[in-house]
């Protein structure tokens, strides 16, 4: 038993559930790689799909307002994170990487560039390069205390690269920061001096670990919102990416006019059940989410010391948010790729060379998982040493 009831895995259960993380490598492969937690969805959402479900009312809903979900979305961010928005600030997308190279094709020109603070989740490096624009890096500097944006070294590339967007990712995958709110004034400053917008992926927002808290980039006042693109979704928060529901909100007229470009029926109609699903986890599921986020907090401790001993060489910087943890294998003899060795020995982990720069020799952990499974996963790692 976990001490945590969210974490009480049936084992067989979980290695036979539908779904690529741990259908793609086989029931042998421990599975710790895509970010999907290991969890049971939460009882509210449960009820309220299943309610939907056996009402028969799955035709077309959701279209005359006010929205119920945007509604939702308006109280949550109000009430969780003192964020005033309005209703017609808001697109409703299916993910929030949809929102990401809306953004970017958008607000941005072929040739352009694109800042990211690397290491960085690779659809943000896919999205930019797959319509044509530059890659600009301004990679996060690690310190023993933990990461630092290098605002600098931001200002120089913003002044010699002339981007059009810069993609921050708060909380940050894979490193786990959470950026402060001086950070980000600090950011809205220099992007409002050099003209360049802010596309801010806010989806780990509810996986927080005390005593950080979230602060939305566009909530720092009128300089922020008015360069902001802020995408975010609950589907992170409550394990369940499969319901595809994203919100993407900019209070920013000149902004909204250039993403309205896009017919709203090239974007895709949203899910009914996504909708329903995201009301009864913002509304009704804190309680839930509490114990998730305690439980997560109970195995990045874990890890730490499940590394110190099994793998002590391991670099390993507790993520202040989200369930990923970043670490550094590269004193273990495994190369550049070290989840290559791990796979072999039973372990899938993401590879960290997907990540950009400073990925070599790094591998991202998912530990949204039992304490448990969790250990099972760090001695079999330590299997892979030469």
């Known amino acids: ?44 959402i449960v009820e309220a799909v299943s309610e939907r479900l056996a009402s028969g009312g799955l035709g077309y809903d959701f279209y005359d307002k006010p929205v119920p979900v945007i509604e939702c979305f308006i109280r949550r961010m109000r009430e969780t994170y003192g964020w ?22 958008q607000l941005s020109d072929p040739g352009d560039g694109v800042v990211v603070q690397t290491p960085i989740y690779p659809p943000f490096l896919t999205s930019i390069e797959m319509v044509g624009r530059r890659i600009v890096n301004n990679p996060l500097v690690q310190t023993a205390s933990g990461w630092d944006v290098d605002l600098d070294h931001l200002e120089h590339v913003f002044a010699t690269e002339s981007p059009a967007l810069l993609l921050l990712c708060n909380p940050h995958n894979p490193c786990g920061k959470v950026f402060s709110a001086q950070e980000q004034a600090d950011i809205a400053s220099l992007a409002t001096q050099y003209g360049v917008v802010v596309v801010a992926d806010e989806i780990h927002l509810d996986l927080i670990y005390s005593p950080r808290h979230h602060v939305p980039f566009a909530s720092l006042g009128p300089e922020a919102a008015d360069c902001a693109v ?9 394990n369940m990416a499969g319901f595809r529901l994203a919100f993407c909100h900019t209070h920013s007229a000149s902004i909204r006019e250039r993403l309205d470009e896009v017919p709203t029926r090239l974007l895709g109609g949203t899910n ?9 986890g913002w509304d009704h599921g804190q309680p839930w989410l509490d114990e998730l986020v305690a439980g997560l907090d109970h195995n990045r401790q874990l890890l730490g010391q499940l590394l110190a001993t099994h793998l002590p060489d391991v670099g390993y910087m507790p ?37 950009g720069p400073g990925g070599e020799g790094h591998a991202r952990l998912n530990f949204a998982t039992s304490p448990e499974m969790l250990t099972q996963i760090v001695e079999r ?3 892979a040493l030469p």
């Open 1 to 44: 038993m976990s001490g945590f009831v969210i974490f009480d895995l049936d084992v067989d259960r979980l290695r036979n559930r539908p779904g690529i993380k741990w259908g793609r490598h086989g029931a042998d492969v421990l599975a710790a790689w895509v970010a999907d937690m290991d969890v049971e969805l939460a009882p509210v």
């Open 84 to 105: 005033e928005t309005q209703a017609d600030e808001l697109i409703r997308l299916q993910d929030v990487i949809q929102g990401l190279q809306l953004a970017i094709g």
């Open 230 to 238: 802020t995408l975010t979704a609950a589907t992170k928060s409550f």
């Open 272 to 280: 009914i059940l996504g909708q329903v699903a995201t009301i009864a």
């Open 319 to 355: 993520p202040e948010a989200t369930y990923l943890a970043w670490l550094d294998c590269s004193k273990l003899g495994l190369g550049e790729d070290p989840a290559v060795a791990f796979l072999e020995h039973g372990v899938a982990l993401n590879s960290g060379l997907m990540f």
């Open 381 to 383: 790692m330590s299997t």
